[in-house]
């Protein structure tokens, strides 16, 4: 599989503050999604697979205000998306 080049519209703006938070609380995001998605069937092989290389949170930017339920939601369903755009091998 290869990786994936599916774009996403925005419905708020994302938030370049994010990058200068701790980095703790990126983290905090982005394992939630991971937990999430693995929780709703992706599995971690999957997972690794549509993420190439990056965190979650480069992959899947978290947008402006956004807690971190509501992005690991929005999260696993970009997840889904990208993972079932991805051609057949």
Known sequence: MSFHTTAFERTTPASPALLFEPRSLRRSYG???????????????ELAEVLAGRSVVEAFPVAWCESVSDYADRAVAEMMVAYLSQPVA
């Open 31 to 45: 394992r939630a999604a991971a937990a999430a998605a693995i929780a709703n069937g992706l599995l971690p092989h």
